[in-house]
């Protein structure tokens, strides 16, 4: 090699963290990772703001009208011109974790939770062997104990692996389900009809499971759901019958475990029940899997061993209410042949950091290749995720940021966390409520997300609402009050990007009306753990004031 190769390798050596001990190298590493860090924390702007930085909005919606490409830098940046192009990056995006930011699912991390999704990047462990790190791979199989144990699956036979999101959970479900429906499917393909069973207010990764695994979007048949935005066990139950009279064998039946919106739960302890019953029922020589979405209701488990009764949190009555009905609800996880966890929605973790378990933890060799097929992998260790995963490269970062986030928080501190998201949903509907121009439309269920919807002046929201429901000559009159949230949704969210008050979250469909139409309606997740009383407050006197100026430029037209 030539003197000046030599020296450019050199020089680029000095890109990467110094492979043996060497203390000074590391220290010096640690502060280049702090001031990044540092950097990227002085994004956030002043607190009413919802965005880390000022400028970035204008310019964004500018590029988004240009193509965007990239060209080699000539020279190569050193680190200090990266990070500031990396901080750049974070500009105009929204400040998620804000109390003030209520649009969606998105729980704050934890700060363990995110030094344990940064730290595996020093060391690169890779989860599809043991051998190539036996402490995250522990740390892993460590999660999948606990949270199997929460669900109330037997750990000592449960199994389970982490997986690329809340999407990967429903995925594995439906496709352990598949096998179980047409043995050896893995091999020879689907070669028999196939269905798969969800709730009308299912995700839409049922669909996506169902077309990437060739069973077919239009093979999902959704499940009537009820006021309460859960299906019944019966309707699952009619629908199973009805295709096993048509001849489909049942790939999955999948129930959802708090709904993305509006937190309905379908009951999967009856639902196993009316499954076994449907097997005996037609003597099927299998038994159709049943896979719980549970990825955002499964924290609620964590009050399934908790005494109300004593109740040393101290939750206030109708917290302490919410919060058991739901884990009564939740206990039935159990009987789930699998099911999904977002420790990246309700576990306070950052992304991604999705779980997926099973009950028999033996099921997944149902999913195994074959040893020979893998020359390069599994010389070492004793533990081969990677033998039935998905995935074959597998990150720790979603493993640690699960397991620290829970090591720190502990249960009575999801307990709370959850408690005072419950606490301050009752807050915001108790004074939604008292308008009689607003409708809270899933007052039937207990999660942390509330919908409501106004209504124009004139009409009484309950009466509105329930005549949407329930008379299909209201189906137009439900479009143009659409367009009527539509307009206070986007009055919201520019006067949160303009520094103004909270932002209010937006679904297009909350529920479909007596002619199928769909229901919009506003949307408000509590979940951060620095909400409190007056930042409620505050979102309900910003919606009014957005209602009041809307109905003033009304009158105006
Ligand atoms: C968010 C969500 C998903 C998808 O999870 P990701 O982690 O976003 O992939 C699936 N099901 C439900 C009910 C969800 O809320």
Redesign the pocket.
Known sequence: MTRRFEAELERLRGGFPVPGIDPAADEALAEQIATAVRQSLRLKTAAPRLLLSSVAELEAEAEANKLVSMDWPVPAEGLAAVVRELCECLEGLPLETHPRNQVN?NAQPSTAGIIGSLLPALFNPNLTSDGRGAGCSRAERRVVALAARLAGYEPAVAGGLFT???????LYGVKLGLETAIPGAMRTGIDRPVVVLASER????CLTAAGWLGIGEDRVWRVPAEDDFAARSESFAACACRAIEAGYRIAAMVA?????DAFGVDDVASLVVARDRIVADYRLDYVPHVHA????GWAWNVFRDYDFEANLLEFDGATSQALKRVADRVAGLRVADSL?V?F??TGFAP??S?LFLVRRGADLERLARRRDSMPYLFHSGRHHPGLYSLETTRSASGVLAAFASLRMLGRDGLRVLLGAAIARTQQLRERLGQWPWLRVVNASTDGPVTLYRAYPPDCDAAEAWSRELRDPSFAARSLAWNAYNRRIHEATQAAAHAGGPAGVGWTESACLGAAGQPLAALKTYLLSPFLDGKTVEELVQHVRSVRDRLRIEERAD
């Open positions: 699912v690329f999101g809340g999407t990967g959970t429903v299912a995700h839409h990764t959802t475990v708090g709904t993305t979405d549970a990825v955002i999904g977002d990246h929605k992304y991604v999705s």
